[in-house]
């Protein structure tokens, strides 16, 4: 369908009263009208975007696609609330025919200034079925007919996802019990070691557990897809080898660009690709320049797609943009500030670095700003630069639905 979408005018949680059932927060707008950039092109080729994002399947296996506060400052406020705002409007806008929203477990601190706590992401998960159950535009996607449906039909195809595994513990059932409750991805580890790896932080890297390989093996019986986005080189090389199903790299880049340990160097992405694995390609401000292209724009993540491609192969090749509706930079200023400030007892080892100078950054990607404008703009950057209308098919959906149907 297209951008042609089923939208009704349904508003986050508009069944209940702001300030009665729930503390409210002055939200920023996230309407079409307030996209930052649109990749020039001619007025055929802007026909030619119009039909592939109709005719093609459109999947972000990466995104928050929720409003965040007009202060940013207000964020963590708005998380101790166990609440988020969908952006249905916005993302009726956006072409997609699924997103894989990555909710806000890492940040739901409800019980914990920590995060990634068992009560907390089970709050949010069911705050957020609550408001889809209210509404007739978004389905919950549990398989991939749900995204077959949302394409024909016009409506968004949800995934829930956990970025990180750490709230399960070292209980291996609590992956069932994720998977009855709809969540279709998981990450392994958030950065940060956990039971089931290290993450990409540590200064040693350790590799996957024999928690970890037990949780591969879970992971694997119930048909949930497994995601390294956040874990160490070699915790990624173990994960891939052990799963017996395709993995992802949901949002990521490659290392040979921006030397920094966020994004995967070629052994990675080339291990990736022989085990028929997918990587979405990233777009937050952080992790999305390239060493000769310092300012992150849709230019330095199209340079980290091609050069994906060219390394891997087109079949193993998607979009991941991590975006949301909101002051992204901002953001980042937000938890760096709360790192230093929260208590939270994170020091910096002797040898350590850190990937992210927020203070480097610009206030937005351009071209990459939030959820809406990030297919439709990668599918013009396409058309622009002669690709065929197969290939554009398998970069914005087509090699994330082929990992889907094995998985799932």
Not at 204 to 227: A, E, H, P, Q, S
Not at 269 to 278: C, D, F, I, P
Not at 348 to 357: F, H, V
Request: net charge negative; aromatic share 8%.
């Amino acid at each position: 369908m297209g951008r042609n979408k089923n939208y009704h005018g349904y508003k986050a949680f508009q069944y209940l009263s702001p300030r009665i059932d729930y503390k409210s927060f002055k939200l920023r707008k996230a309407i079409k009208e307030e996209w930052t950039y649109l990749v020039p092109v001619s007025k055929s080729e802007e026909e030619r975007v119009e039909e592939i994002l109709e005719k093609h399947f459109v999947i972000d296996l990466h995104e928050h696609p929720v409003i965040m506060p007009e202060d940013s400052r207000q964020s963590i406020e708005m998380w101790r609330e166990g609440r988020e705002f969908m952006a249905y409007e916005a993302l009726s806008y956006s072409g997609l025919d699924a997103v894989f929203d990555n909710l806000m477990n890492g940040s739901a601190l409800i019980t914990s200034k920590h995060g990634w706590k068992w009560s907390d992401t089970i709050h949010d998960l069911g705050h957020r079925l609550c408001d889809i159950a209210n509404q007739d535009f978004v389905i919950h996607c549990t398989n991939v007919e749900d995204i077959i449906t949302a394409h024909k039909t016009g409506k968004l195809a949800w995934v829930a996802v956990l970025e990180s595994s750490s709230c399960i513990e070292n209980e291996v059932d609590r992956i069932d019990i994720l998977y009855g409750l709809g969540i279709r991805s998981m990450g392994l580890n958030y950065s940060e070691s956990n039971m089931l790896g290290s993450g990409l932080q540590e200064l040693r890297d350790g590799g996957l557990t024999d928690f970890g390989y037990d949780c591969i093996t879970r992971m694997n019986k119930v048909r949930m897809l497994i995601d390294v986005s956040h874990v160490s080189d070699q915790t990624a090389l173990d994960a891939i080898e052990s799963s017996k199903t395709p993995i992802v790299v949901s949002h990521a880049g490659a290392r040979a660009l921006l030397p920094i340990k966020r994004l995967f160097p070629d052994e990675v992405l080339q291990a990736l690709a022989e085990k028929k694995g997918v990587i979405g390609i990233e777009a937050a401000p952080g992790y999305t320049a390239t060493k000769t292209q310092p300012i992150p724009s849709i230019e330095t993540y199209m340079e980290h797609l091609e050069y994906c491609m060219e390394l891997m192969g087109i079949d193993y090749v998607g979009c991941g943009p991590d975006t949301l509706y909101g002051d992204h930079v901002g953001y980042y200023h937000l938890v760096e500030e709360r790192h230093r400030t929260a208590g939270l007892g994170h020091y910096t080892r002797p040898g350590q670095k850190r990937d992210l100078n927020v203070n480097s950054l610009p206030d937005y990607v351009k071209g990459m700003e939030n959820p809406t404008e990030c297919m439709p703009n990668i599918t013009r950057w396409l058309v622009k630069h002669g690709y065929s209308d197969q290939e554009i098919a398998k970069i914005i959906g087509g090699n994330a639905l082929r990992v889907l149907k094995k998985v799932w």
